[in-house]
Nanobody
Framework: QVRLVESGGGSVQSGGSLRLSCVAS?????????MGWFRQAPGKEREGVAE???????RHADSVKGRFTISQDNAKNTVYLEMNSLKSEDTAMYSC??????????????????????WGQGTQVTVSS
C-alpha cells in the first residue's frame, strides 16, 4: 500500500519561507517515476505547483517560478518543496502526489505527462500579510 506523508506546513508572515517534505512508503520507483506538489485554497480548484521526475527534470507553475523549488532525495524516498518569498495568495492546503510518466523513452529522454496515482493527506500553509 502506497503512503505519502507530508510535513513542514505552518503559519508564516508574508516574505517568509517554509520547506515542505513528503515521505513515500510502498511506492515503487521506476525510470518513469514522477512526484509532485499540488495546492488547494478554500473555494478554489486544485492547482499543480511543481513536479519532478526520476531524471531530476523539474517543472514549476508560473505562479511560483523563482520562489518555489522542488527537489528529491531518492535514498530517503522524500520529495521537498522549498518555498521562499511567500505571499498571502500562497495560503492553501499543500498535498504531495506520486505517479508515473505516461510516456518515457530512456534513449531520447522524451517524457510525457505525469499521471498521478497516489496522494497524501496534505499540510496547511498559511501566509499572513
Amino acid at each position: 500500500q502506497v503512503r505519502l506523508v507530508e510535513s513542514g506546513g505552518g503559519s508564516v508572515q508574508s516574505g517568509g519561507s517554509l520547506r515542505l517534505s513528503c515521505v513515500a512508503s510502498g511506492y515503487t520507483y521506476r525510470r518513469n517515476s514522477c512526484m509532485g506538489w499540488f495546492r488547494q485554497a478554500p473555494g478554489k480548484e486544485r492547482e499543480g505547483v511543481a513536479e519532478i521526475d526520476n531524471d531530476g527534470i523539474k517543472r514549476h507553475a508560473d505562479s511560483v517560478k523563482g520562489r518555489f523549488t522542488i527537489s528529491q532525495d531518492n535514498a530517503k524516498n522524500t520529495v521537498y518543496l522549498e518555498m521562499n518569498s511567500l505571499k498571502s495568495e500562497d495560503t492553501a492546503m499543500y498535498s504531495c502526489a506520486g505517479g508515473y510518466l505516461d510516456e518515457y523513452d530512456p534513449s531520447t529522454r522524451f517524457r510525457g505527462r505525469c499521471v498521478f496515482q497516489h496522494w497524501g493527506q496534505g499540510t496547511q500553509v498559511t501566509v499572513s500579510s
